[in-house]
C-alpha cells in the first residue's frame, strides 16, 4: 500500500469494524432468502429526476438483481439520512409504515438485512480503494475521487456499526407477524 499511505491508515484504523463487517455479511448472504428483483442498486435520492410530478430513475450503471427487502431496507436507510451519518428514525417509521401498508409485511429477518447491507457498503469501499490505489483507474483525477470516496465509504461503515443496536430496536417494531 505504498502508492496511498492514506488509505493504508484508513484501512489500519478501522480494522476491528471492517472484519466484523465482513463477517457479518458473509453471514446475511448465506441466510438471506432467495427472492429477487431488478435493482437500481444506488437508489439514493440523488438519482430520482422529477418532471411534471413524474420520476425517472437515472444512473443504472448497479443495476443487478438482489433481494427485494435489502433493497428495502437500503433504501430506507438512505432516505432517513444514514447517508448523512444521522437518522431521523420518524422518516424510517414513516418509510417503512408505508411499504407494510402498501404491500403487507416484510418478510426477512431485520438483522440479517442488516448485516447484508454491511456487506454492500464494503464492496462500495473495495472498489475506491482499488481507485486509490490506482489499480482500477488511470488517472490522478480518478484516483482522488476514489480516495475522496473510500475515506466517505469508511465514515459511513463506522458510523453503520455503531448505530447497529438502536437502529434493530426501531426497526424490531415491525417484525413480521
Known sequence: MGK????????????????????????????????????NGDMDSKNVLWAEGKPYIIDLEYLSYTNPYAELFQ???????????????????????????????????????????????LEWLEMNVRKALMLDCNSEDERNIGLGHAKEAMKYTVYYYHVKDELLRELRLYNRK
Open 4 to 39: 496511498c499511505p492514506e488509505i493504508a491508515k484508513l484501512l489500519k484504523g478501522n480494522r476491528e469494524v471492517l472484519y466484523k463487517a465482513q463477517a457479518d455479511s458473509n453471514i446475511a448472504y448465506k441466510a438471506i432468502s432467495d427472492k429477487t428483483v431488478i435493482s
Open 75 to 121: 433504501l430506507a436507510l438512505c432516505w432517513s439520512g444514514c447517508e448523512h451519518y444521522a437518522i431521523d428514525y420518524e422518516l424510517l417509521k414513516v418509510f417503512i409504515e408505508s411499504y407494510v401498508q402498501g404491500y403487507g409485511v416484510i418478510e426477512e429477518d431485520w438483522e440479517i438485512l442488516y448485516k447484508s447491507n454491511a456487506g454492500s457498503r
